[in-house]
C-alpha cells in the first residue's frame, strides 16, 4: 500500500513559481510511473508530467513542457513538480499519483492518488 500526500500550493500571480511535493509512505518500485494531474473546473482531469522511478526518465504534456519539471528524490521517497512561468490557465486542483504498471497517461491506470492540492494563477 501506497499513501501520497501532496503539498505546496497556493495562490501565485502569473508569471511566478511554484514547486509542489508529493510525499509517499510505502515502498516504491523501480517499475512504477509517478505521474501529476490537474484539474481545473468544469474540465477533465488530464496528465501534466511523469516520471519513471527506477530510471528518471521524464514525460511532459505540451502545455506545459519548457515550463515544468518533475524530478524525484529516492532517499526522500518523494516526487517534485518544479512550475515555471505559471499562467492563469494552470489553475487547477494538482494530484499526483502512482502507477505500478508503468508508464501512463491515462489516469484510470493509476493505483494510488494523493487528495490534492489547489493552485491558482492570477493576473
Known amino acids: 500500500q501506497v499513501q501520497l500526500t501532496e503539498s505546496g500550493g497556493r495562490l501565485v500571480q502569473a508569471g511566478g513559481s511554484l514547486r509542489l511535493s508529493c510525499a509517499a509512505s510505502?515502498?516504491?518500485?523501480?517499475?512504477?510511473?509517478m505521474g501529476w494531474f490537474r484539474q481545473a473546473p468544469g474540465k477533465e482531469r488530464e496528465f501534466v508530467a511523469g516520471?519513471?522511478?527506477?530510471?528518471?526518465?521524464?514525460y511532459y504534456a505540451d502545455s506545459v513542457k519548457g515550463r515544468f519539471t518533475i524530478s524525484r528524490d529516492k532517499a526522500e521517497n518523494t516526487v517534485y513538480l518544479q512550475m515555471n512561468s505559471l499562467k492563469p490557465e494552470d489553475t487547477a486542483v494538482y494530484s499526483c499519483?502512482?502507477?505500478?504498471?508503468?508508464?501512463?497517461?491515462?489516469?484510470?491506470?493509476?493505483?494510488?492518488w494523493g487528495q490534492g492540492t489547489q493552485v491558482t494563477v492570477s493576473w
Open positions: 510505502g515502498r516504491i518500485f523501480s517499475s512504477t510511473f
Open positions: 516520471i519513471r522511478w527506477g530510471v528518471g526518465n521524464t
Open positions: 499519483a502512482a502507477d505500478r504498471n508503468g508508464y501512463s497517461t491515462i489516469d484510470s491506470t493509476y493505483d494510488y
